[in-house]
């Protein structure tokens, strides 16, 4: 299980909160492209309680930009370079 979401946009920020039923690292990616063409940015958080969200803030943004954000868990990379193999 991995849930994503996104508040407390002010002029220049957001956050992003993380979960997943795993704990270590996971990886914020956001992008200002609606396909992710081009990544704008990736933030490394730790989860330590798997019932409680990581918060991460991203910066330099307006209010009034869309922006595309995913999570990735280690767990999800290594079971897709598996795939790929």
Known sequence: MVNIA???????SR???GQSDHI??????YSTYP??????????????DTKIPVKVKISR??????IQ?????????CLN????V
């Open 35 to 48: 396909n992710f063409q081009v990544i704008t940015g990736k933030i490394t958080a730790k989860i330590t």
């Open 81 to 84: 370079l598996m795939q790929k």
């Open 61 to 66: 943004f307006l209010s009034c930009m869309e």
């Open 24 to 29: 270590g690292d996971i990886i914020f990616e």
């Open 69 to 77: 954000f995913m999570l990735i868990t280690l767990l999800l990379l």
């Open 15 to 17: 956050v992003l909160w």
């Open 6 to 12: 996104s508040g407390d946009t002010t002029q220049q």
